[in-house]
Protein backbone atom coordinates (compact mmCIF):
# COMPACT_ATOMS: atom_id res chain seq x y z
CA UNK A 1 0.00 0.00 0.00
CA UNK A 2 1.51 3.29 -1.26
CA UNK A 3 2.11 6.33 1.44
CA UNK A 4 1.27 9.73 0.15
CA UNK A 5 2.04 12.95 2.03
CA UNK A 6 0.84 15.96 0.86
CA UNK A 7 1.61 19.06 2.36
CA UNK A 8 1.35 23.02 1.39
CA UNK A 9 4.16 25.39 2.00
CA UNK A 10 4.18 29.03 2.17
CA UNK A 11 6.34 31.62 1.55
CA UNK A 12 8.43 30.56 -1.26
CA UNK A 13 7.79 33.19 -3.40
CA UNK A 14 8.56 35.65 -0.45
CA UNK A 15 11.91 34.13 0.05
CA UNK A 16 12.36 34.26 -3.90
CA UNK A 17 12.20 38.03 -4.11
CA UNK A 18 13.68 38.26 -0.74
CA UNK A 19 17.11 36.74 -2.09
CA UNK A 20 16.64 38.37 -5.44
CA UNK A 21 16.92 41.88 -3.62
CA UNK A 22 19.51 41.01 -1.14
CA UNK A 23 21.24 40.71 -4.55
CA UNK A 24 20.48 43.84 -5.44
CA UNK A 25 21.09 45.48 -2.62
CA UNK A 26 24.54 43.70 -2.48
CA UNK A 27 25.69 44.86 -6.37
CA UNK A 28 24.43 48.04 -5.53
CA UNK A 29 27.25 48.21 -1.94
CA UNK A 30 29.67 47.14 -4.72
CA UNK A 31 29.00 49.78 -6.97
CA UNK A 32 29.14 52.33 -4.43
CA UNK A 33 32.47 51.04 -3.29
CA UNK A 34 33.77 51.06 -6.41
CA UNK A 35 32.97 54.82 -6.69
CA UNK A 36 33.87 55.22 -3.34
CA UNK A 37 37.86 53.84 -4.38
CA UNK A 38 37.75 55.90 -7.59
CA UNK A 39 37.44 58.97 -5.22
CA UNK A 40 40.12 58.29 -2.74
CA UNK A 41 42.87 57.26 -5.68
CA UNK A 42 41.38 60.98 -7.42
CA UNK A 43 42.49 62.31 -3.76
CA UNK A 44 45.60 60.71 -2.64
CA UNK A 45 47.03 61.24 -6.41
CA UNK A 46 46.39 65.18 -5.97
CA UNK A 47 47.60 65.29 -2.73
CA UNK A 48 50.66 63.23 -2.90
CA UNK A 49 51.84 64.09 -6.26
CA UNK A 50 55.78 64.23 -5.95
CA UNK A 51 56.39 67.28 -7.92
CA UNK A 52 56.58 70.90 -7.14
CA UNK A 53 54.03 72.98 -8.38
CA UNK A 54 54.25 75.68 -10.87
CA UNK A 55 50.58 76.00 -11.96
CA UNK A 56 48.53 73.29 -9.98
CA UNK A 57 47.60 72.49 -13.72
CA UNK A 58 48.79 68.87 -13.61
CA UNK A 59 47.95 67.99 -9.97
CA UNK A 60 44.52 69.41 -10.82
CA UNK A 61 43.88 66.97 -14.02
CA UNK A 62 44.61 63.95 -12.42
CA UNK A 63 41.74 61.65 -12.40
CA UNK A 64 40.22 58.54 -11.20
CA UNK A 65 36.55 57.99 -12.58
CA UNK A 66 34.53 54.85 -11.77
CA UNK A 67 32.13 54.17 -13.97
CA UNK A 68 29.19 51.48 -13.54
CA UNK A 69 27.20 49.80 -16.05
CA UNK A 70 24.69 47.05 -15.51
CA UNK A 71 27.38 43.90 -15.67
CA UNK A 72 29.86 46.08 -12.72
CA UNK A 73 32.12 48.72 -13.59
CA UNK A 74 35.47 50.18 -13.94
CA UNK A 75 37.69 52.92 -12.78
CA UNK A 76 39.72 55.07 -15.59
CA UNK A 77 42.84 56.60 -13.56
CA UNK A 78 44.64 58.89 -15.22
CA UNK A 79 46.52 62.76 -15.91
CA UNK A 80 44.49 65.25 -18.22
CA UNK A 81 47.88 67.45 -18.89
CA UNK A 82 49.78 66.88 -21.94
CA UNK A 83 52.63 66.11 -20.04
CA UNK A 84 51.18 63.44 -17.79
CA UNK A 85 53.12 61.40 -19.58
CA UNK A 86 56.63 62.89 -19.31
CA UNK A 87 55.48 63.08 -15.09
CA UNK A 88 55.18 59.50 -15.37
CA UNK A 89 57.65 58.04 -17.06
CA UNK A 90 60.59 60.90 -17.63
CA UNK A 91 63.12 60.94 -14.67
CA UNK A 92 63.48 57.29 -14.05
CA UNK A 93 59.95 57.06 -12.75
CA UNK A 94 60.61 59.86 -10.23
CA UNK A 95 57.64 61.82 -10.18
CA UNK A 96 55.64 59.12 -11.42
CA UNK A 97 51.90 59.14 -9.03
CA UNK A 98 49.52 57.13 -11.62
CA UNK A 99 50.39 53.36 -10.89
CA UNK A 100 52.16 54.15 -7.54
CA UNK A 101 49.07 55.44 -6.24
CA UNK A 102 46.76 52.00 -7.67
CA UNK A 103 49.02 50.10 -6.62
CA UNK A 104 49.30 51.07 -2.87
CA UNK A 105 45.75 51.16 -2.94
CA UNK A 106 44.42 47.99 -4.70
CA UNK A 107 43.95 45.89 -1.69
CA UNK A 108 42.08 48.18 -0.05
CA UNK A 109 39.60 48.16 -3.09
CA UNK A 110 39.47 44.34 -2.39
CA UNK A 111 38.30 44.93 1.32
CA UNK A 112 35.84 47.50 0.28
CA UNK A 113 34.40 45.09 -2.41
CA UNK A 114 34.49 42.33 -0.32
CA UNK A 115 33.10 44.20 2.82
CA UNK A 116 30.32 45.35 0.36
CA UNK A 117 29.15 41.79 -0.76
CA UNK A 118 29.49 39.90 2.71
CA UNK A 119 27.75 42.83 4.81
Do not use: C
Request: hydrophobic share 40%; proline share 3%; charged share 20%.
Amino acid sequence: MPIQVTTKISGIEETRNALAGWGRIRTERAKQALVDWANLVQQEMQQGAPWQDRTGYARGNLYATARIHSKGGTVEVGGRAAYQLYLEFGHAGRFAIILPTVRRLEGQLNQMLNAAISS
